[in-house]
């Protein structure tokens, strides 16, 4: 089984500061999806990564996939209280599979 | 027009009741999902469907039975559950590939809240 790890579980900071959610893993995965979800909402996708090392960016969120395609990482800048909320990152080991999520890190940003 | 629509948003429901869930997607999709979030978990996947057949139920207690008439409907039946049961009950949906391959994006509704008292 695969399993993918997120922190911080919890993260709560002032509007403006900076943040980084990492998602780790000990497996391989072909492609790497990063979710959003809003209180009362369900996960609405922000950003697929598929070759090791691709960044992207999204406004003001940076997406990272690890060279090893391992792990990835979303860097949020000038944090505002919109981007309140839980962050899932979520694997696929191959092309074709289904996905693996992680246990997600909510993130609360207060103004 | 959200992609994938849940009904009914809230749900409380006594232990003996009889009540279902419903999914409908419309995005063309042939795979369609329903996953239980509950506050102290990730997400949990229970019933995966795919061209209509099922092709994963990860060991879900018969209290939940699911039902894929068609690939843009999917419904929950629910039935003697038990308060620790009560969480966000999430459908989604995806492209299914050969081979019982899933495309990797799947799309997710807004959920169904279900309180069971």
Redesign the interface.
Same mark, same amino acid.
Not at chain 1, 40 to 45: A, K
């Given at each position: 089984t695969q399993l993918l790890e997120q922190s911080p579980q919890f993260l709560s900071i002032q509007e403006g500061e900076n943040l980084t959610v990492y998602c780790n893993s000990s497996s391989v995965f @072909? @492609?790497l999806?990063w979710?959003r979800q809003e209180p &009362?909402? &369900?996960?609405? $996708?922000l950003v697929?990564v598929v070759t090791g090392g691709e960044v992207k960016k999204l406004k003001r969120l940076t997406f990272q996939f690890g060279d090893a395609r391992k792990d990835s990482s979303l860097h949020i800048t000038a944090a505002q209280p919109g981007d309140t909320g839980l962050y $899932?990152c979520a694997g =696929?080991s191959n =092309?074709?599979?289904? $996905?693996t999520? &992680?246990? &997600?890190t909510r993130l609360m940003v207060k103004p | 027009e959200t992609g994938v629509t849940q009904t009914p948003r809230h749900l409380v429901m006594g232990m003996t009741n009889k009540k279902s869930l419903k999914c409908e997607q419309h995005l063309g999709h042939n795979a369609m999902y329903w996953y239980k979030q509950s506050a102290k978990k990730p997400l949990e996947l229970m019933f995966v469907y795919s061209l209509e057949e099922r092709v994963e139920n990860n060991s879900v207690p018969s209290r939940f039975s699911p039902e894929c008439p068609n690939s843009s409907h999917l419904f929950l039946h629910l039935h003697t559950l038990q308060p620790e049961d009560s969480a966000l009950y999430l459908c989604a949906s995806s492209q299914a590939l050969g081979d019982r391959g899933f495309g990797n994006t799947i799309y997710f509704g807004e959920g169904s809240w279900l309180t069971v008292v």
């Open positions: @072909s @492609s999806q979710y &009362g909402e &369900g996960p609405v $996708l697929t $899932l =696929a =092309a074709g599979n289904m $996905l999520f &992680g246990g &997600g | -």
